[in-house]
């Protein structure tokens, strides 16, 4: 009787999750965010995480994940911009960041995965080809390599990315 029940309080935040999926309204959002914000059980997490509609349960759901697999996958995946800047914060993975400052769709997770990086090849890939000028200053801030920083300069198109990297240059001297 007593399993039954432990059971049973294992999975009352699953079938309630599973309940709300189809629930938008601010209060039923609140609500799941706040079981998510008190969980401990790794499968409920998970399930919030992948397959709640709202991206602020997803997104709560990320900050109790330790799982760095399903980290990744999230950061890889996820529609929502905030789901994945969390998922950012939470991984641990030098790749999975390398891979989010060159291909994320959005220019603000690139911005926040450049901040991250350490790796020379990926910030030099970053500052040649990143579509956002931003993303591309952000990016030769880190460069160490002078041969890398003069190719910028004498290849961007945007002036303000020239400018930004005879600054660096200056500051590598």
């Given at each position: 009787m007593k399993a039954r029940i432990s059971i049973l309080i294992l999975l009352l935040p699953l079938a309630f999750l599973a309940a709300g999926c189809g629930e938008s309204s601010r209060e039923a959002v609140q609500k799941r965010v706040e079981m998510v914000r008190t969980a401990s059980n790794p499968?409920?997490?998970?399930?919030?995480?992948?397959?709640?509609?709202?991206?602020?349960?997803?997104?709560?759901?990320?900050?109790?994940?330790?799982?760095?697999?399903?980290?990744?996958?999230?950061?890889?995946?996820?529609?929502?911009?905030?789901?994945?800047?969390?998922?950012?914060?939470r991984v641990r993975s030098p790749e999975a960041v390398a891979r989010a400052a060159t291909g994320?769709?959005?220019?603000?997770?690139?911005?926040?995965?450049?901040?991250?990086?350490?790796?020379?090849?990926?910030?030099?890939?970053?500052?040649?080809?990143?579509?956002?000028r931003l993303v591309r200053i952000t990016a030769l801030g880190s460069i160490m390599d002078a041969n890398t920083v003069r190719k910028v300069m004498a290849s961007d198109k945007d002036a303000r990315v020239r400018a930004a990297a005879e600054k660096r240059l200056n500051t590598l001297r």
């Open positions: 499968a409920y997490l998970e399930k919030a995480a992948l397959s709640d509609k709202s991206p602020a349960v997803r997104q709560a759901a990320v900050e109790r994940i330790f799982d760095q697999e399903l980290i990744e996958k999230i950061l890889a995946q996820d529609d929502d911009m905030g789901v994945r800047m969390a998922a950012l914060k994320d769709k959005s220019r603000y997770v690139r911005l926040a995965a450049v901040s991250l990086l350490s790796d020379q090849r990926t910030l030099a890939e970053v500052a040649l080809t990143d579509k956002d």
